[in-house]
T-cell receptor, first 113, second 116 residues
Framework: DADVTQTPRNRITKTGKRIMLECSQT?????MYWYRQDPGLGLRLIYY???????NKGEISDGYSVSRQAQAKFSLSLESAIPNQTALYFC????????????FGPGTRLTVT | AQKITQTQPGMFVQEKEAVTLDCTYD???????LFWYKQPSSGEMIFLIY??????QNATEGRYSLNFQKARKSANLVISASQLGDSAMYFC?????????????FGTGTSLTVIP
C-alpha cells in the first residue's frame, strides 16, 4: 500500500463549488504539505503543517484553506472554486526538521469549469 | 528573487550519452538541502538524489550524480548512460534550514527527452 494517498485522484467541478482534497499518510511523519503544479511553474507551496496545531501559509494560499485533522490527515479545501485553480495538486510529508526528502502522494488532477 | 532556477526548459540527449541538468539556488541559510526529483508522464514525483550543504563530496546514486558547487550556488544533476526511461520532467528543489523556516522550494523543471 502507498505511504501517502490522495483522494480523489481526478475531479472535475464547476466554478463556485466547494471542494475538498484529502491526504492521508501512514509514515508517521509530523510535517505535511500541499502544493499545486502548473505547466511551466513547477510546484508552488499552498499550505504546510508541522504538527496538528501548527498550520502555515505558503506562497499561494489565497483561495485555499486547510485542516489537519490528525497527524495522518491533512485536507485542502477550495471554498469557491475558480477556473484558475485548475491544476495538479500534490500532498507531501517529511519526518522532521532534518529530513532528507519529501515523500509525495500520487497527485490529484483538479479541473474547474 | 527565485529560490531555485532551472534555465533549461527542455533538453535532448542521445541514448547512452551523459546529460547535465542545471540548477542554481539562492539562500542565506548555512544549513540547507538540495534535491532532485523526476516526474514521468504518469505524474508521480520520484526522489532521485540529495545533497546536504555541509557534505564535502558530491552525492551519487547509481547513474545519478549531483555536481555541487557551493560557492557558485549550483547543484547540477548529471545522468550518465541515458536510457529511454529517463525521458521525464526533472525538478530541482531546496529545503532551507531552521532560520528560514524549513520550507521546500522547487524550480520550474527541465523536460528531458532521450533519443534512441
Amino acid at each position: 500500500d502507498a505511504d501517502v494517498t490522495q483522494t480523489p485522484r481526478n475531479r472535475i467541478t464547476k466554478t463556485g463549488k466547494r471542494i475538498m482534497l484529502e491526504c492521508s499518510q501512514t509514515k508517521g511523519h509530523d510535517r505535511m504539505y500541499w502544493y499545486r503544479q502548473d505547466p511551466g511553474l513547477g510546484l508552488r507551496l499552498i499550505y504546510y503543517s508541522f504538527d496538528v496545531k501548527d498550520i502555515n501559509k505558503g506562497e499561494i494560499s489565497d483561495g485555499y484553506s486547510v485542516s489537519r485533522q490528525a497527524q495522518a490527515k491533512f485536507s485542502l479545501s477550495l471554498e469557491s472554486a475558480i477556473p484558475n485553480q485548475t491544476a495538479l495538486y500534490f500532498c507531501a510529508t517529511t519526518p522532521g526538521q532534518d529530513s532528507l526528502e519529501q515523500y509525495f502522494g500520487p497527485g490529484t488532477r483538479l479541473t474547474v469549469t | 528573487a527565485q529560490k531555485i532556477t532551472q534555465t533549461q526548459p527542455g533538453m535532448f540527449v542521445q541514448e547512452k550519452e551523459a546529460v547535465t541538468l542545471d540548477c542554481t539556488y539562492d539562500t542565506s541559510d548555512q544549513s540547507y538541502g538540495l534535491f532532485w526529483y523526476k516526474q514521468p508522464s504518469s505524474g508521480e514525483m520520484i526522489f532521485l538524489i540529495y545533497q546536504g550543504s555541509y557534505d564535502e563530496q558530491n552525492a551519487t546514486e547509481g547513474r545519478y550524480s549531483l555536481n555541487f558547487q557551493k560557492a557558485r550556488k549550483s547543484a547540477n544533476l548529471v545522468i550518465s548512460a541515458s536510457q529511454l526511461g529517463d525521458s521525464a520532467m526533472y525538478f530541482c528543489a531546496m529545503r532551507e534550514g531552521i532560520v528560514t523556516g524549513n520550507q521546500f522550494y522547487f524550480g520550474t523543471g527541465t523536460s528531458l527527452t532521450v533519443i534512441p
